[in-house]
């Protein structure tokens, strides 16, 4: 498992708005994440968990969230889930999205990720499924995400 990332986590979470100041340094890393101010709520090994507001600025023509807003969720959580999941000697990528769009999404969206299967060390790359599904406050799911991440092998700098 990524050690930085996870490591980073475990010591903001607990801390008042330790979650917020994790997020806001994801963001800051990747900072497309910043334009749906998404909120990591937990991470582990496995699984990850954030959450969406609703506001004006992820709101589409028809007062509900926006699709593109929902997959970027989908792409936050899934990727840090795929971080945290990995072998520390493995990297990965996305490679591609599938979605279903649901049911109109009003309100807070929460979206959980999990790996298709279990990640594993290997000396060649391979295609890591990760699913990411997302519900509304009344826990109907409004969308479902498989994100095909690539997983690798780190490659090793010449000395």
């Not at 980073?8 to 708005?17: M, N, Q, T, V, Y």
């Not at 072998?87 to 109109?104: H, Q």
Request: glycine share 6%.
């Amino acid at each position: 498992m990524s050690t930085l990332v996870l490591r980073l986590w475990r010591k903001l979470e607990p801390k008042p708005f330790g979650k917020r100041v994790f997020s806001w340094i994801i963001c800051r890393k990747a900072p497309y994440f910043a334009t749906i101010a998404p909120r990591m709520v937990s991470l582990e090994p496995g699984r990850g968990e954030a959450t969406l507001a609703q506001r004006r600025a992820v709101t589409n023509h028809i007062g509900t969230v926006h699709a593109i807003a929902l997959c970027n969720l989908a792409e936050f959580v899934g990727g840090l889930t795929c971080d945290v999941s990995i072998p520390a000697s493995m990297r990965w990528i996305p490679k591609g999205m599938t979605v279903e769009y649901l049911k109109k999404a009003s309100g807070v969206q929460r979206a959980v990720a999990t790996p298709a299967f279990p990640p594993r060390e290997a000396d060649d790359g391979y295609d890591l499924p990760m699913d990411v599904v997302v519900t509304d406050p009344d826990g109907d799911t409004t969308f479902s995400a498989r994100i095909a991440m690539w997983v690798s092998p780190k490659t090793r700098k010449a000395v």
